[in-house]
């Protein structure tokens, strides 16, 4: 961006687009267009409406603050404050994981094992934003939701997406080690901490730097989660479980093993196994 005569929208555009390309982000156009519409407090589609308006200094200085911020690789999510989940706008920030897209199919996979059962108890363990649980308790009308997490600060957050939604869903302060709330619930889901510590290097810098570490690293969350859900499920409950690539098939053998039925693994939109479920 330049202070060099007027310059337009369309212009602020390119540059912060190329800016955030040559800093690495993975979608820079993108991430420009939701930064420059946030800092004009306009709908992204708008932009395109007002291309060759000239821009005032005011403007200029928002929007460039705010590309900053994106080339110091904030995720955009933290930048904007909010972010879509589902059907849901849900508040997000450092105190929680962003959730990501591939989490909407745990919950579409609930969903389905929900289907016609009424006034179904849910946990979600792990609940970080609170967005599985939200989403279900949005989706599944008459679904009594728990979301539980061992950070506080999560559970802050959760709390401000309770409140946001207006959903009724209970969240409490728990250590999924120290085993589950006993329910019986019809279903267990969770997104738990599964990457390996050794793996931090590898992460975005958007994730390693800017997630909550308690949110990322963790290597017997999901078995923990699943042995405690065999003594907390009612029969015929179902296990919801997000693995990391590469676990799905290792975390289904574990199921087999702990007497689930049903197994199944389902692939994310870039076709890799992702959720793996079964029925108690
Ligand atoms: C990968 S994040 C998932 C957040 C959210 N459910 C989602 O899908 O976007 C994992 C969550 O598990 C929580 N967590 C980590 N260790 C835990 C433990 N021992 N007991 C309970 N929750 C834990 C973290 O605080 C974090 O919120």
Same mark, same amino acid.
């Given at each position: 961006?330049?202070?060099?005569?007027?310059?337009?929208?369309?212009?602020?555009?390119?540059?912060?687009?190329?800016?955030?390309?040559?800093?690495?982000?993975?979608?820079?156009?993108?991430?420009?267009?939701?930064?420059?519409?946030?800092?004009?407090?306009?709908?992204?589609?708008?932009?395109?409406?007002?291309?060759?308006?000239?821009?005032?200094?005011?403007?200029?200085?928002?929007?460039?603050?705010?590309?900053?911020?994106?080339?110091?690789?904030?995720?955009? %999510?933290?930048?904007?404050?909010?972010?879509?989940?589902?059907?849901?706008?849900?508040?997000?920030?450092?105190?929680?994981?962003?959730?990501?897209?591939?989490?909407?199919?745990?919950?579409?996979?609930?969903?389905?094992?929900?289907?016609?059962?009424?006034?179904?108890?849910?946990?979600?363990?792990?609940?970080?934003?609170?967005?599985?649980?939200?989403?279900?308790?949005?989706? %599944?009308?008459?679904?009594?939701?728990?979301?539980?997490?061992?950070?506080?600060?999560?559970?802050?957050?959760?709390?401000?997406?309770?409140?946001?939604?207006?959903?009724?869903?209970?969240?409490?302060?728990?250590?999924?080690?120290?085993?589950?709330?006993?329910?019986?619930?019809?279903?267990?889901?969770?997104?738990?901490?599964?990457?390996?510590?050794?793996?931090?290097?590898?992460?975005?810098?958007?994730?390693?730097?800017?997630?909550?570490?308690?949110?990322?690293?963790?290597?017997?969350?999901?078995?923990?989660?699943?042995?405690?859900?065999?003594?907390?499920?009612?029969?015929?409950?179902?296990?919801?479980?997000?693995?990391?690539?590469? %676990?799905?098939?290792?975390?289904?053998?574990?199921?087999?093993?702990?007497?689930?039925?049903?197994?199944?693994?389902?692939?994310?939109?870039?076709?890799?196994?992702?959720?793996?479920?079964?029925?108690?």
């Amino acid at each position: 961006m330049t202070d060099a005569g007027p310059i337009t929208l369309g212009e602020v555009l390119r540059r912060s687009a190329d800016h955030l390309a040559a800093k690495g982000c993975e979608s820079p156009r993108l991430d420009a267009e939701l930064l420059l519409a946030h800092a004009l407090e306009m709908k992204r589609i708008d932009l395109y409406l007002a291309f060759d308006r000239p821009m005032v200094s005011s403007e200029l200085d928002a929007a460039r603050a705010l590309v900053a911020r994106r080339a110091g690789r904030e995720p955009v %999510q933290h930048i904007l404050g909010e972010w879509g989940f589902r059907r849901l706008t849900l508040r997000v920030d450092r105190r929680a994981l962003v959730p990501r897209p591939e989490t909407e199919i745990v919950v579409e996979r609930c969903l389905s094992l929900l289907a016609g059962r009424e006034r179904p108890c849910v946990l979600d363990v792990g609940t970080g934003t609170g967005a599985i649980a939200l989403a279900i308790a949005d989706e %599944q009308p008459g679904a009594r939701v728990t979301g539980i997490d061992v950070s506080t600060d999560a559970l802050a957050l959760a709390r401000e997406n309770v409140e946001r939604t207006g959903l009724a869903v209970e969240l409490a302060e728990h250590d999924l080690f120290t085993g589950l709330p006993s329910g019986p619930w019809d279903l267990v889901v969770s997104n738990p901490p599964y990457v390996a510590a050794a793996e931090a290097d590898a992460l975005a810098p958007e994730v390693r730097d800017f997630d909550p570490h308690i949110a990322l690293f963790g290597e017997d969350t999901v078995a923990a989660v699943a042995r405690g859900a065999v003594s907390v499920l009612r029969g015929g409950g179902a296990l919801v479980l997000e693995v990391g690539d590469g %676990q799905a098939v290792g975390v289904a053998a574990l199921l087999d093993e702990l007497g689930f039925r049903d197994v199944r693994i389902t692939r994310d939109l870039a076709g890799r196994e992702r959720v793996v479920e079964g029925v108690r």
